[in-house]
Protein backbone atom coordinates (compact mmCIF):
# COMPACT_ATOMS: atom_id res chain seq x y z
CA UNK A 1 0.00 0.00 0.00
CA UNK A 2 1.57 3.43 -0.72
CA UNK A 3 1.13 6.69 1.38
CA UNK A 4 -1.90 8.34 -0.29
CA UNK A 5 -4.39 5.12 -0.13
CA UNK A 6 -5.01 1.81 -0.70
CA UNK A 7 -5.77 1.97 -4.24
CA UNK A 8 -3.27 2.35 -6.85
CA UNK A 9 -3.31 3.13 -10.98
CA UNK A 10 -2.19 0.30 -13.22
CA UNK A 11 -1.33 2.22 -16.58
CA UNK A 12 -1.15 -1.13 -18.63
CA UNK A 13 -4.90 -1.92 -18.03
CA UNK A 14 -5.80 1.62 -17.43
CA UNK A 15 -7.61 -0.06 -14.74
CA UNK A 16 -7.71 0.98 -10.59
CA UNK A 17 -6.66 -1.64 -8.59
CA UNK A 18 -7.55 -2.67 -5.11
CA UNK A 19 -4.76 -2.93 -2.76
CA UNK A 20 -3.66 -3.98 1.15
CA UNK A 21 -7.05 -5.20 2.87
CA UNK A 22 -9.28 -4.84 -0.36
CA UNK A 23 -6.94 -7.57 -2.09
CA UNK A 24 -7.63 -9.66 0.53
CA UNK A 25 -11.07 -8.86 0.66
CA UNK A 26 -11.13 -9.92 -3.04
CA UNK A 27 -9.16 -13.01 -2.28
CA UNK A 28 -11.69 -13.91 0.63
CA UNK A 29 -14.63 -13.70 -2.21
CA UNK A 30 -12.69 -16.07 -4.19
CA UNK A 31 -12.32 -18.33 -1.90
CA UNK A 32 -15.72 -18.69 -0.88
CA UNK A 33 -16.84 -18.14 -4.89
CA UNK A 34 -15.24 -21.26 -5.53
CA UNK A 35 -15.76 -23.41 -2.26
CA UNK A 36 -19.56 -22.80 -2.94
CA UNK A 37 -19.03 -24.10 -6.90
CA UNK A 38 -16.81 -27.03 -4.93
CA UNK A 39 -19.07 -27.43 -2.44
CA UNK A 40 -22.30 -28.31 -4.74
CA UNK A 41 -20.33 -30.85 -6.70
CA UNK A 42 -18.92 -32.90 -3.98
CA UNK A 43 -21.00 -36.06 -2.52
CA UNK A 44 -20.23 -39.44 -1.56
CA UNK A 45 -20.69 -40.28 -5.21
CA UNK A 46 -16.60 -41.35 -4.84
CA UNK A 47 -17.08 -43.70 -2.36
CA UNK A 48 -18.55 -46.14 -5.27
CA UNK A 49 -16.30 -45.40 -8.09
CA UNK A 50 -14.87 -48.52 -7.46
CA UNK A 51 -17.70 -50.77 -8.31
CA UNK A 52 -18.31 -48.74 -11.57
CA UNK A 53 -14.88 -49.14 -12.61
CA UNK A 54 -15.22 -52.93 -11.79
CA UNK A 55 -18.79 -52.93 -14.09
CA UNK A 56 -17.04 -51.18 -17.25
CA UNK A 57 -13.94 -51.48 -17.01
CA UNK A 58 -10.56 -49.93 -16.83
CA UNK A 59 -10.19 -48.30 -20.48
CA UNK A 60 -13.75 -48.02 -20.43
CA UNK A 61 -14.58 -46.35 -17.44
CA UNK A 62 -11.18 -44.32 -17.67
CA UNK A 63 -12.35 -42.68 -21.33
CA UNK A 64 -16.26 -42.35 -20.16
CA UNK A 65 -15.01 -40.38 -17.24
CA UNK A 66 -13.31 -38.15 -19.32
CA UNK A 67 -16.11 -37.61 -21.74
CA UNK A 68 -18.44 -37.00 -19.13
CA UNK A 69 -16.61 -34.53 -17.32
CA UNK A 70 -16.00 -32.49 -20.70
CA UNK A 71 -19.19 -32.39 -21.88
CA UNK A 72 -20.98 -31.97 -18.16
CA UNK A 73 -18.29 -28.37 -17.99
CA UNK A 74 -19.85 -27.90 -21.35
CA UNK A 75 -23.53 -27.63 -20.36
CA UNK A 76 -23.15 -25.89 -17.25
CA UNK A 77 -21.57 -23.12 -19.20
CA UNK A 78 -24.03 -23.70 -21.61
CA UNK A 79 -26.60 -23.43 -18.95
CA UNK A 80 -25.43 -19.68 -17.89
CA UNK A 81 -25.61 -18.96 -21.69
CA UNK A 82 -29.32 -19.63 -21.25
CA UNK A 83 -29.63 -18.12 -18.37
CA UNK A 84 -28.17 -14.62 -19.97
CA UNK A 85 -30.60 -15.31 -22.80
CA UNK A 86 -33.57 -15.91 -20.61
CA UNK A 87 -33.56 -12.60 -18.02
CA UNK A 88 -32.97 -10.82 -21.82
CA UNK A 89 -36.66 -12.51 -23.01
CA UNK A 90 -38.17 -11.62 -19.93
CA UNK A 91 -37.16 -8.07 -19.35
CA UNK A 92 -37.25 -6.94 -23.62
CA UNK A 93 -39.19 -9.78 -25.00
CA UNK A 94 -38.59 -12.34 -27.82
CA UNK A 95 -37.22 -11.38 -30.76
CA UNK A 96 -36.28 -7.65 -29.39
CA UNK A 97 -32.98 -8.12 -29.87
CA UNK A 98 -32.38 -4.08 -29.50
CA UNK A 99 -32.99 -4.52 -26.07
CA UNK A 100 -35.28 -1.59 -26.00
CA UNK A 101 -38.69 -1.56 -24.47
CA UNK A 102 -41.28 0.85 -25.92
CA UNK A 103 -42.76 2.00 -22.72
CA UNK A 104 -41.45 4.87 -20.79
CA UNK A 105 -39.45 3.01 -18.38
CA UNK A 106 -36.09 4.79 -17.56
CA UNK A 107 -32.45 3.14 -17.66
CA UNK A 108 -32.71 3.17 -13.99
CA UNK A 109 -36.26 1.46 -14.00
CA UNK A 110 -34.75 -1.09 -17.03
CA UNK A 111 -31.31 -2.20 -14.47
CA UNK A 112 -33.31 -2.66 -11.24
CA UNK A 113 -36.05 -5.05 -13.70
CA UNK A 114 -32.42 -6.93 -15.12
CA UNK A 115 -30.98 -6.95 -11.44
CA UNK A 116 -34.25 -8.44 -10.40
CA UNK A 117 -34.39 -11.19 -13.10
CA UNK A 118 -30.85 -11.86 -12.89
CA UNK A 119 -30.96 -12.35 -8.93
CA UNK A 120 -34.27 -15.02 -9.12
CA UNK A 121 -34.53 -16.02 -12.26
CA UNK A 122 -33.81 -20.53 -12.04
CA UNK A 123 -33.34 -22.87 -14.27
CA UNK A 124 -37.02 -23.90 -14.53
CA UNK A 125 -37.94 -20.37 -15.03
CA UNK A 126 -35.42 -20.71 -17.64
CA UNK A 127 -37.62 -23.74 -19.50
CA UNK A 128 -40.77 -21.97 -19.12
CA UNK A 129 -38.95 -19.22 -21.00
CA UNK A 130 -37.50 -21.06 -23.50
CA UNK A 131 -40.42 -24.14 -24.72
CA UNK A 132 -43.54 -22.62 -22.51
CA UNK A 133 -44.58 -24.18 -19.05
CA UNK A 134 -43.43 -27.71 -20.02
CA UNK A 135 -40.24 -26.76 -20.16
CA UNK A 136 -40.76 -25.85 -15.97
CA UNK A 137 -42.20 -28.98 -15.53
CA UNK A 138 -39.59 -30.96 -17.39
CA UNK A 139 -36.87 -29.51 -15.18
CA UNK A 140 -38.77 -29.50 -11.76
CA UNK A 141 -39.61 -33.52 -12.55
CA UNK A 142 -36.51 -34.34 -13.33
CA UNK A 143 -35.06 -31.94 -10.33
CA UNK A 144 -37.38 -33.78 -8.02
CA UNK A 145 -36.59 -37.51 -9.29
CA UNK A 146 -33.02 -36.70 -9.08
CA UNK A 147 -32.56 -34.88 -5.39
CA UNK A 148 -35.08 -37.85 -4.37
CA UNK A 149 -32.64 -40.51 -5.40
CA UNK A 150 -29.64 -38.83 -3.93
CA UNK A 151 -32.05 -38.85 -0.41
CA UNK A 152 -32.89 -42.37 -0.97
CA UNK A 153 -29.49 -43.17 -1.73
CA UNK A 154 -28.22 -41.22 1.68
CA UNK A 155 -30.56 -43.76 3.66
CA UNK A 156 -28.90 -46.27 2.04
CA UNK A 157 -25.74 -45.07 2.75
CA UNK A 158 -26.31 -44.85 6.51
CA UNK A 159 -28.32 -48.08 6.93
CA UNK A 160 -25.34 -49.97 5.25
CA UNK A 161 -21.98 -48.05 6.72
CA UNK A 162 -24.25 -48.13 10.66
CA UNK A 163 -24.47 -51.77 10.23
CA UNK A 164 -20.71 -52.16 9.14
CA UNK A 165 -19.28 -50.24 12.46
CA UNK A 166 -21.01 -53.73 14.65
CA UNK A 167 -18.65 -56.36 14.76
CA UNK A 168 -18.56 -59.93 13.63
CA UNK A 169 -19.52 -62.65 15.91
CA UNK A 170 -17.75 -65.97 17.21
CA UNK A 171 -20.35 -68.30 16.43
CA UNK A 172 -19.88 -72.81 16.79
CA UNK A 173 -21.50 -74.26 13.91
CA UNK A 174 -22.90 -77.48 15.69
CA UNK A 175 -23.06 -79.50 12.30
CA UNK A 176 -19.35 -79.16 11.98
CA UNK A 177 -18.02 -81.35 14.74
CA UNK A 178 -20.78 -84.07 13.18
CA UNK A 179 -19.33 -83.35 9.90
CA UNK A 180 -15.74 -83.96 10.89
CA UNK A 181 -16.72 -87.45 12.19
CA UNK A 182 -18.66 -88.72 9.08
CA UNK A 183 -15.29 -87.63 7.34
CA UNK A 184 -13.43 -89.63 9.71
CA UNK A 185 -15.35 -93.12 9.62
CA UNK A 186 -15.71 -92.68 5.71
CA UNK A 187 -12.01 -92.39 5.64
CA UNK A 188 -11.14 -95.67 7.74
CA UNK A 189 -13.48 -97.30 5.25
CA UNK A 190 -11.82 -96.39 2.64
CA UNK A 191 -8.37 -97.33 3.87
CA UNK A 192 -9.65 -100.62 4.78
CA UNK A 193 -10.77 -101.57 1.32
CA UNK A 194 -7.50 -102.60 -0.14
CA UNK A 195 -8.91 -104.59 -3.05
CA UNK A 196 -6.63 -104.14 -6.04
CA UNK A 197 -8.32 -103.06 -9.35
CA UNK A 198 -8.29 -104.56 -12.50
CA UNK A 199 -7.61 -102.90 -15.58
CA UNK A 200 -9.07 -104.24 -19.16
CA UNK A 201 -6.15 -105.84 -19.44
CA UNK A 202 -6.26 -107.96 -16.40
CA UNK A 203 -3.35 -106.18 -14.66
CA UNK A 204 -3.37 -105.28 -11.45
CA UNK A 205 -3.26 -101.24 -10.83
CA UNK A 206 -2.69 -99.29 -7.67
CA UNK A 207 -6.00 -99.02 -5.95
CA UNK A 208 -7.79 -96.43 -5.95
CA UNK A 209 -7.05 -93.30 -3.60
CA UNK A 210 -9.99 -92.87 -1.38
CA UNK A 211 -11.66 -89.67 -1.51
CA UNK A 212 -11.29 -89.10 1.71
CA UNK A 213 -8.59 -89.68 3.71
CA UNK A 214 -7.49 -89.70 7.31
CA UNK A 215 -4.63 -86.80 6.91
CA UNK A 216 -7.42 -84.64 5.42
CA UNK A 217 -7.84 -81.57 8.12
CA UNK A 218 -10.54 -81.12 10.43
CA UNK A 219 -13.11 -78.74 9.27
CA UNK A 220 -12.85 -75.41 11.78
CA UNK A 221 -16.24 -75.50 13.81
CA UNK A 222 -15.82 -71.72 14.61
CA UNK A 223 -18.02 -69.25 12.34
CA UNK A 224 -18.51 -65.52 12.19
CA UNK A 225 -22.13 -64.16 12.06
CA UNK A 226 -22.27 -60.65 11.75
CA UNK A 227 -24.09 -59.06 14.66
CA UNK A 228 -26.03 -55.84 13.16
CA UNK A 229 -29.47 -55.46 13.51
CA UNK A 230 -31.74 -56.35 10.71
CA UNK A 231 -31.56 -53.21 7.91
CA UNK A 232 -34.86 -52.06 8.34
CA UNK A 233 -33.69 -51.10 12.11
CA UNK A 234 -30.73 -49.35 10.72
CA UNK A 235 -32.66 -47.31 7.97
CA UNK A 236 -35.03 -46.41 11.16
CA UNK A 237 -32.10 -45.05 13.47
CA UNK A 238 -31.90 -42.07 11.43
CA UNK A 239 -35.35 -41.06 10.50
CA UNK A 240 -36.05 -39.17 13.47
CA UNK A 241 -33.96 -36.68 13.11
CA UNK A 242 -34.85 -36.70 9.16
CA UNK A 243 -38.93 -36.18 10.10
CA UNK A 244 -37.80 -33.03 12.34
CA UNK A 245 -35.41 -31.45 9.87
CA UNK A 246 -38.26 -31.88 7.11
CA UNK A 247 -40.77 -29.29 8.65
CA UNK A 248 -37.75 -26.90 8.63
CA UNK A 249 -39.53 -23.73 6.62
CA UNK A 250 -35.81 -21.68 6.17
CA UNK A 251 -32.77 -23.57 6.10
CA UNK A 252 -30.60 -20.75 5.34
CA UNK A 253 -29.43 -20.97 8.86
CA UNK A 254 -27.78 -24.48 7.79
CA UNK A 255 -24.84 -23.04 5.61
CA UNK A 256 -22.28 -23.56 7.94
CA UNK A 257 -23.53 -27.01 8.37
CA UNK A 258 -23.10 -28.07 5.03
CA UNK A 259 -19.90 -26.46 5.07
CA UNK A 260 -18.71 -28.83 7.96
CA UNK A 261 -20.26 -31.47 6.37
CA UNK A 262 -18.31 -31.18 2.91
CA UNK A 263 -15.84 -31.03 4.99
CA UNK A 264 -16.04 -34.13 6.31
CA UNK A 265 -17.00 -35.39 2.97
CA UNK A 266 -13.84 -34.31 1.40
CA UNK A 267 -11.55 -35.79 4.54
CA UNK A 268 -13.28 -38.86 3.72
CA UNK A 269 -11.65 -39.26 0.51
CA UNK A 270 -8.58 -38.54 1.57
CA UNK A 271 -8.08 -41.18 4.38
CA UNK A 272 -10.03 -43.68 2.11
CA UNK A 273 -7.47 -42.74 -0.84
CA UNK A 274 -4.40 -43.42 2.08
CA UNK A 275 -5.56 -46.79 3.24
CA UNK A 276 -6.08 -48.13 -0.58
CA UNK A 277 -2.44 -46.69 -1.63
CA UNK A 278 -1.07 -47.94 2.08
CA UNK A 279 -2.59 -51.46 1.16
CA UNK A 280 -1.66 -51.78 -2.48
CA UNK A 281 1.91 -50.86 -1.23
CA UNK A 282 2.71 -52.08 1.86
CA UNK A 283 0.26 -55.04 2.67
CA UNK A 284 -0.58 -56.54 -0.39
CA UNK A 285 2.23 -55.26 -2.66
CA UNK A 286 2.33 -54.13 -6.11
CA UNK A 287 2.92 -57.49 -7.67
CA UNK A 288 -0.34 -59.09 -6.01
CA UNK A 289 -1.99 -56.93 -7.68
CA UNK A 290 -4.71 -58.84 -9.64
CA UNK A 291 -5.11 -58.05 -13.72
CA UNK A 292 -7.90 -56.15 -14.17
CA UNK A 293 -10.58 -56.39 -16.49
CA UNK A 294 -10.02 -53.77 -19.34
CA UNK A 295 -13.11 -54.09 -21.16
CA UNK A 296 -16.52 -54.70 -20.07
CA UNK A 297 -19.37 -54.29 -22.43
CA UNK A 298 -21.76 -55.88 -20.90
CA UNK A 299 -22.51 -53.92 -17.64
CA UNK A 300 -20.89 -50.88 -19.08
CA UNK A 301 -23.52 -48.73 -18.99
CA UNK A 302 -23.99 -49.08 -15.43
CA UNK A 303 -21.07 -46.63 -14.96
CA UNK A 304 -22.43 -44.26 -17.74
CA UNK A 305 -25.61 -43.66 -15.16
CA UNK A 306 -23.02 -43.59 -11.73
CA UNK A 307 -20.90 -40.75 -13.09
CA UNK A 308 -23.19 -38.86 -14.51
CA UNK A 309 -25.17 -38.45 -11.09
CA UNK A 310 -21.41 -37.79 -9.86
CA UNK A 311 -21.66 -34.80 -11.05
CA UNK A 312 -24.25 -33.75 -8.91
CA UNK A 313 -23.95 -30.00 -8.75
CA UNK A 314 -25.02 -29.40 -12.61
CA UNK A 315 -28.65 -28.86 -10.81
CA UNK A 316 -27.39 -25.47 -8.92
CA UNK A 317 -25.41 -23.94 -11.74
CA UNK A 318 -28.08 -21.20 -11.75
CA UNK A 319 -28.11 -20.34 -8.38
CA UNK A 320 -24.29 -20.74 -7.68
CA UNK A 321 -23.82 -18.43 -10.69
CA UNK A 322 -26.20 -15.89 -9.16
CA UNK A 323 -24.55 -15.96 -6.36
CA UNK A 324 -21.33 -14.70 -7.10
CA UNK A 325 -22.57 -10.83 -7.77
CA UNK A 326 -19.54 -8.91 -8.80
CA UNK A 327 -17.65 -12.08 -9.14
CA UNK A 328 -18.76 -13.93 -12.21
CA UNK A 329 -16.85 -13.71 -14.67
CA UNK A 330 -14.55 -15.97 -12.66
CA UNK A 331 -17.23 -18.73 -12.81
CA UNK A 332 -16.04 -20.79 -15.80
CA UNK A 333 -12.41 -20.78 -14.09
CA UNK A 334 -13.92 -21.86 -10.56
CA UNK A 335 -16.27 -24.22 -12.68
CA UNK A 336 -13.07 -25.42 -14.28
CA UNK A 337 -11.15 -26.08 -11.35
CA UNK A 338 -14.08 -27.81 -10.18
CA UNK A 339 -14.75 -30.06 -12.42
CA UNK A 340 -10.88 -31.20 -12.84
CA UNK A 341 -10.84 -31.76 -8.96
CA UNK A 342 -14.11 -33.58 -8.44
CA UNK A 343 -12.53 -35.68 -12.11
CA UNK A 344 -9.49 -36.78 -10.34
CA UNK A 345 -11.14 -37.69 -6.85
CA UNK A 346 -13.52 -39.85 -8.53
CA UNK A 347 -10.62 -41.38 -11.29
CA UNK A 348 -8.31 -41.99 -8.21
CA UNK A 349 -10.76 -43.61 -6.09
CA UNK A 350 -12.43 -45.38 -8.53
CA UNK A 351 -8.92 -47.06 -10.53
CA UNK A 352 -7.19 -47.50 -7.37
CA UNK A 353 -10.06 -49.32 -5.60
CA UNK A 354 -10.85 -51.47 -8.57
CA UNK A 355 -7.22 -52.21 -8.45
CA UNK A 356 -6.84 -52.78 -5.02
CA UNK A 357 -9.96 -55.50 -4.30
CA UNK A 358 -10.70 -56.79 -7.62
CA UNK A 359 -13.80 -58.33 -8.64
CA UNK A 360 -14.32 -58.62 -4.74
CA UNK A 361 -14.83 -54.83 -4.94
CA UNK A 362 -18.22 -53.59 -2.74
CA UNK A 363 -21.16 -51.33 -3.84
CA UNK A 364 -19.02 -49.14 -1.12
CA UNK A 365 -15.53 -49.21 -1.19
CA UNK A 366 -15.52 -48.45 2.73
CA UNK A 367 -16.75 -51.93 3.30
CA UNK A 368 -13.56 -53.55 1.51
CA UNK A 369 -11.56 -52.12 4.36
CA UNK A 370 -10.50 -53.23 7.19
CA UNK A 371 -13.37 -52.28 10.19
CA UNK A 372 -11.45 -53.47 13.02
CA UNK A 373 -9.54 -50.23 12.45
CA UNK A 374 -9.50 -47.16 14.83
CA UNK A 375 -9.54 -44.79 11.47
CA UNK A 376 -11.63 -46.57 9.60
CA UNK A 377 -14.68 -46.32 11.95
CA UNK A 378 -13.75 -42.81 12.70
CA UNK A 379 -14.19 -42.09 9.09
CA UNK A 380 -17.04 -43.96 8.87
CA UNK A 381 -18.53 -41.91 11.51
CA UNK A 382 -17.83 -38.65 9.98
CA UNK A 383 -19.35 -39.21 6.63
CA UNK A 384 -22.47 -40.86 8.41
CA UNK A 385 -22.76 -37.68 10.05
CA UNK A 386 -22.02 -35.44 7.25
CA UNK A 387 -24.55 -37.45 4.97
CA UNK A 388 -27.08 -36.78 8.15
CA UNK A 389 -27.13 -33.21 7.67
CA UNK A 390 -27.06 -33.19 4.09
CA UNK A 391 -30.04 -35.04 3.64
CA UNK A 392 -32.29 -31.95 4.56
CA UNK A 393 -30.84 -29.97 2.22
CA UNK A 394 -31.05 -32.46 -0.78
CA UNK A 395 -34.77 -33.17 0.11
CA UNK A 396 -35.83 -29.13 0.04
CA UNK A 397 -36.29 -28.56 -3.04
CA UNK A 398 -38.63 -31.89 -3.53
CA UNK A 399 -40.63 -30.13 -0.96
CA UNK A 400 -41.02 -27.15 -2.27
CA UNK A 401 -41.55 -28.72 -5.78
CA UNK A 402 -44.29 -30.59 -4.51
CA UNK A 403 -46.07 -28.27 -2.04
CA UNK A 404 -46.22 -25.80 -4.77
CA UNK A 405 -47.91 -29.02 -6.51
CA UNK A 406 -50.60 -29.51 -4.42
CA UNK A 407 -51.04 -26.51 -1.85
CA UNK A 408 -51.35 -23.45 -4.58
CA UNK A 409 -54.63 -21.79 -5.74
CA UNK A 410 -56.60 -24.64 -7.72
CA UNK A 411 -54.26 -27.22 -7.31
CA UNK A 412 -56.20 -30.26 -5.57
CA UNK A 413 -55.26 -29.32 -1.59
CA UNK A 414 -55.15 -25.94 -2.57
CA UNK A 415 -57.85 -23.29 -1.75
CA UNK A 416 -59.97 -22.32 -4.67
CA UNK A 417 -59.13 -19.52 -6.97
CA UNK A 418 -62.20 -17.62 -5.85
CA UNK A 419 -60.67 -17.81 -2.24
CA UNK A 420 -57.55 -16.32 -2.81
CA UNK A 421 -57.92 -12.07 -2.87
CA UNK A 422 -54.02 -11.20 -3.11
CA UNK A 423 -52.93 -8.09 -4.65
CA UNK A 424 -50.89 -8.01 -7.57
CA UNK A 425 -46.82 -8.47 -6.66
CA UNK A 426 -47.34 -9.72 -3.43
CA UNK A 427 -44.89 -12.69 -2.15
CA UNK A 428 -43.96 -14.80 -5.11
CA UNK A 429 -42.10 -17.53 -3.59
CA UNK A 430 -42.96 -19.78 -6.58
CA UNK A 431 -40.94 -23.34 -7.87
CA UNK A 432 -38.48 -21.60 -10.00
CA UNK A 433 -37.58 -19.01 -7.74
CA UNK A 434 -37.79 -21.51 -4.74
CA UNK A 435 -34.87 -23.59 -6.27
CA UNK A 436 -32.89 -20.71 -6.53
CA UNK A 437 -32.28 -19.55 -3.01
CA UNK A 438 -33.15 -22.98 -1.40
CA UNK A 439 -29.86 -24.25 -3.94
CA UNK A 440 -28.46 -21.20 -2.85
CA UNK A 441 -28.85 -22.45 0.75
CA UNK A 442 -27.22 -26.11 0.30
CA UNK A 443 -24.10 -24.23 -1.26
CA UNK A 444 -24.24 -21.68 1.69
CA UNK A 445 -23.88 -18.35 0.10
CA UNK A 446 -26.01 -15.47 1.47
CA UNK A 447 -25.46 -13.08 -1.19
CA UNK A 448 -29.33 -12.78 -2.17
CA UNK A 449 -31.09 -10.39 0.50
CA UNK A 450 -34.06 -12.02 1.87
CA UNK A 451 -36.20 -8.75 0.67
CA UNK A 452 -35.69 -9.30 -3.09
CA UNK A 453 -35.37 -13.19 -3.26
CA UNK A 454 -38.42 -14.24 -0.95
CA UNK A 455 -40.63 -11.54 -0.97
CA UNK A 456 -40.58 -9.82 -4.57
CA UNK A 457 -41.61 -11.58 -8.04
CA UNK A 458 -39.31 -11.28 -10.92
CA UNK A 459 -41.23 -8.19 -12.14
CA UNK A 460 -44.31 -7.43 -11.73
CA UNK A 461 -46.56 -8.47 -13.99
CA UNK A 462 -47.38 -5.18 -15.69
CA UNK A 463 -43.81 -4.83 -16.05
CA UNK A 464 -43.41 -8.17 -18.06
CA UNK A 465 -43.42 -8.16 -22.29
CA UNK A 466 -46.87 -8.72 -22.99
CA UNK A 467 -46.65 -12.75 -24.26
CA UNK A 468 -48.13 -15.96 -23.39
CA UNK A 469 -44.41 -17.33 -23.17
CA UNK A 470 -44.11 -14.32 -20.76
CA UNK A 471 -47.18 -14.71 -18.79
CA UNK A 472 -46.93 -18.45 -18.45
CA UNK A 473 -43.36 -17.91 -17.08
CA UNK A 474 -44.65 -15.15 -14.39
CA UNK A 475 -47.78 -17.83 -13.37
CA UNK A 476 -45.40 -20.08 -12.51
CA UNK A 477 -43.17 -17.33 -10.25
CA UNK A 478 -45.83 -15.26 -8.77
CA UNK A 479 -47.70 -18.20 -6.96
CA UNK A 480 -47.13 -18.27 -3.56
CA UNK A 481 -48.70 -20.95 -1.01
CA UNK A 482 -51.79 -19.42 0.89
CA UNK A 483 -51.97 -18.80 4.18
CA UNK A 484 -55.18 -20.13 4.81
CA UNK A 485 -53.26 -23.78 4.03
CA UNK A 486 -52.21 -25.37 8.01
CA UNK A 487 -48.90 -25.59 8.95
CA UNK A 488 -49.64 -29.10 10.26
CA UNK A 489 -50.90 -30.37 6.14
CA UNK A 490 -47.17 -28.94 4.99
CA UNK A 491 -46.07 -31.12 7.67
CA UNK A 492 -47.29 -34.11 6.60
CA UNK A 493 -46.49 -33.40 3.14
CA UNK A 494 -42.45 -33.55 4.44
CA UNK A 495 -43.24 -36.58 6.23
CA UNK A 496 -44.52 -38.69 3.36
CA UNK A 497 -41.38 -37.73 1.34
CA UNK A 498 -38.86 -38.78 3.96
CA UNK A 499 -40.98 -42.10 4.51
CA UNK A 500 -41.28 -42.57 0.28
CA UNK A 501 -37.65 -42.11 0.94
CA UNK A 502 -36.95 -44.41 3.46
CA UNK A 503 -39.37 -46.95 1.92
CA UNK A 504 -37.49 -47.01 -1.08
CA UNK A 505 -34.78 -47.47 0.52
CA UNK A 506 -35.62 -50.60 2.75
CA UNK A 507 -35.94 -52.15 -1.02
CA UNK A 508 -32.63 -51.15 -2.05
CA UNK A 509 -31.12 -51.23 0.77
CA UNK A 510 -28.00 -53.38 -0.89
CA UNK A 511 -28.34 -52.07 -3.89
CA UNK A 512 -26.23 -48.53 -3.91
CA UNK A 513 -24.29 -48.44 -6.62
CA UNK A 514 -27.18 -49.46 -8.87
CA UNK A 515 -29.63 -47.19 -7.25
CA UNK A 516 -27.01 -44.27 -8.02
CA UNK A 517 -27.03 -45.22 -11.88
CA UNK A 518 -30.50 -45.37 -11.83
CA UNK A 519 -30.91 -41.99 -10.60
CA UNK A 520 -28.51 -40.74 -12.86
CA UNK A 521 -29.72 -42.39 -16.00
CA UNK A 522 -33.03 -41.49 -15.77
CA UNK A 523 -32.69 -37.61 -13.99
CA UNK A 524 -29.49 -36.95 -13.84
CA UNK A 525 -28.81 -37.22 -18.23
CA UNK A 526 -31.69 -34.80 -18.59
CA UNK A 527 -30.45 -32.74 -16.13
CA UNK A 528 -27.23 -32.00 -17.19
CA UNK A 529 -27.14 -33.07 -21.00
CA UNK A 530 -30.42 -32.90 -22.84
CA UNK A 531 -32.25 -30.06 -21.57
CA UNK A 532 -29.53 -27.25 -21.78
CA UNK A 533 -28.95 -28.31 -25.48
CA UNK A 534 -32.73 -28.00 -25.83
CA UNK A 535 -33.44 -24.99 -24.03
CA UNK A 536 -29.92 -23.09 -26.09
CA UNK A 537 -31.25 -24.00 -29.66
CA UNK A 538 -34.77 -22.85 -28.75
CA UNK A 539 -33.57 -19.64 -26.98
CA UNK A 540 -30.61 -19.07 -29.63
CA UNK A 541 -33.09 -20.01 -32.48
CA UNK A 542 -31.81 -18.12 -35.69
CA UNK A 543 -28.65 -16.60 -34.72
CA UNK A 544 -26.87 -20.12 -34.35
CA UNK A 545 -24.07 -21.75 -36.73
CA UNK A 546 -24.76 -24.86 -37.98
CA UNK A 547 -21.52 -26.14 -35.51
CA UNK A 548 -23.29 -25.34 -32.86
CA UNK A 549 -26.76 -26.89 -33.81
CA UNK A 550 -25.26 -29.78 -34.45
CA UNK A 551 -23.02 -29.50 -31.18
CA UNK A 552 -26.87 -29.21 -29.17
CA UNK A 553 -28.50 -31.77 -31.09
CA UNK A 554 -25.28 -34.34 -30.06
CA UNK A 555 -25.87 -33.32 -26.66
CA UNK A 556 -29.62 -34.23 -27.01
CA UNK A 557 -28.90 -37.64 -28.26
CA UNK A 558 -25.95 -38.29 -25.84
CA UNK A 559 -28.30 -37.81 -22.96
CA UNK A 560 -30.94 -39.38 -24.67
CA UNK A 561 -29.03 -42.71 -25.85
CA UNK A 562 -26.53 -42.93 -23.20
CA UNK A 563 -29.41 -42.19 -20.62
CA UNK A 564 -31.76 -44.72 -21.78
CA UNK A 565 -29.27 -47.72 -22.18
CA UNK A 566 -28.00 -47.03 -18.85
CA UNK A 567 -31.67 -47.07 -17.79
CA UNK A 568 -32.56 -50.11 -19.60
CA UNK A 569 -29.34 -52.20 -18.42
CA UNK A 570 -29.47 -51.13 -14.45
CA UNK A 571 -33.26 -52.59 -14.60
CA UNK A 572 -32.42 -55.70 -15.91
CA UNK A 573 -29.54 -55.93 -13.51
CA UNK A 574 -31.70 -55.76 -10.59
CA UNK A 575 -34.71 -57.88 -11.78
CA UNK A 576 -31.74 -60.85 -12.53
CA UNK A 577 -30.48 -59.94 -8.80
CA UNK A 578 -33.74 -60.20 -6.76
CA UNK A 579 -35.31 -62.71 -9.06
CA UNK A 580 -38.03 -60.96 -10.57
Known sequence: MDEYGSISYNSRTRKFAPRGNSRLSVAVKNCTDFANVFKAFIGTNYLSMPFGFYQAGLVNGSV?????????????????????????????????????????????????????????????NIGAIAIGKWGS???????????????IGYFIFIGNQLASLFPFEKKTNDTTPRLNNLLDSYSVLHNMNTTPFFNAAGNTTTPISPVFSSAMPTLDPTVYTPSAPNHLILCLMPLPIFLLTSIIRNIRGMGPVSFVANLCLVSGFAVVLGLILNDIIFVKGISHIEVPVLFNWTSFPVFFGMVSSAYEGIGTVIPIETSM?????????????????????????????????????????????????????????????????TYPLQLFPCIEILERGIFTPGKICGPLLTEVDAPNGTSTNGVGSTETHDVDFLVGSSSL?????????????????????????????????????????????????????????????????????????????????????????????????????????????????????????VINLLFDKHNM
Open 64 to 124: MLLIVSIVAVHCCQLIVKCKREAVRIAVYGEGNYSNEISDSSSPSDIKEKLNRVERNISYG
Open 137 to 151: HLVNVNLFISQMGFC
Open 449 to 569: PASDSEERPLLPATDLVASHKQSSFHSEMSVPIPESVSAMKRNVCRWFLVLVTLGVAILFFDDFAYFTAFSGALASTSLAFILPGLFHLRLMKGRLSWFIIVKDIFLIVFGFVGGGVSLYV
Open 325 to 389: EGNRHRFPLFLFATTFIISVILASCGILGYLDYGNHVEQIVLQNLDMDSFIVKVIVCLLVVAVIF
